[in-house]
């Protein structure tokens, strides 16, 4: 991970800012991962991209695919900006299936 933020190739957005910083209780740690976090621009999301979310979220759940709004939402930008997603949520895996997103790879991970 730290060889992608030196290379300036990472992305976030505003609710995977929020759901990284939800449940720290520590508030030094929260303040230490909040100023961390700060060195990276959200992506604009668009009102598109929630439409196209909730397409990706019928698309999924008509094949029996169940997911989060925010696993959606970062699909869809993902796919707007031809951007591999970077996690080790299995629930990606299944999505894969369905819709034309790319994963970066799990060795990446760590």
Do not use: W
């Not at 209780?25 to 668009?46: N, W």
């Amino acid at each position: 991970m730290a060889k992608l933020v030196n290379q300036g190739v990472v992305e976030i957005i505003g609710p995977i800012r929020q759901e990284l910083l939800s449940g720290i209780r520590d508030q030094s740690q929260f303040e230490r991962v909040r100023e961390h976090l700060r060195r990276f621009v959200d992506l604009p999301i668009a009102t598109d991209d929630y439409e196209e979310a909730a397409t990706y979220f019928n698309r999924c759940r008509a094949k029996g695919i169940q997911g989060s709004s925010t696993d959606f939402l970062m699909c869809a930008l993902a796919i707007r900006h031809d951007l591999a997603i970077f996690t080790d949520d299995k629930d990606f895996d299944s999505y894969r299936t369905v819709l034309p997103i790319r994963l970066y790879p799990k060795q990446g991970i760590g």
